[in-house]
């Protein structure tokens, strides 16, 4: 019912900084919680930060006051603006969301995956 696209990944150098996008689309009636999660080598899948339809937003401790999680409900998309980046970063990041696509059904859903790799 609901496919996301992520993008902006890449490489990058310590301290640098990255943004992501993940464009959900499909046949909703509305998003609801959007968020991004990553996983590195060997590790579980884990949360980065996740934002409200109402822009209520949670970071993983890991991550804040260097990542910002937005969106813009009127294109779908949840953005991520990755600052002072450290090797540790180093994963696949992935974002979900959960769309009403019915009366009183809630799809969640995942993206593709994009990598990010912070390394000199």
């Known amino acids: 019912q609901v496919q996301l696209v992520e993008s902006g990944g890449g490489l990058v150098q310590p301290g640098g900084s990255l943004r992501l996008s993940c464009a959900a689309s499909g046949r909703f009636f509305s998003i609801n919680d959007m968020g991004w999660y990553r996983q590195a080598p060997g590790k579980e899948r884990d949360l980065v930060a996740v934002?409200?339809?109402?822009?209520?937003?949670n970071y993983a401790d890991s991550v804040k006051g260097r990542f910002t999680i937005a969106r813009d409900n009127v294109k779908n998309t949840v953005y991520l603006q990755m600052n002072s980046l450290k090797p540790e970063d180093t994963a696949v990041y992935y974002c979900d969301a959960y769309a009403l696509v019915g009366l009183v059904r809630v799809d969640h859903s995942w993206g593709q995956g994009t990598q990010v790799t912070v390394s000199s």
């Open positions: 934002i409200t339809s109402g822009g209520i937003t």
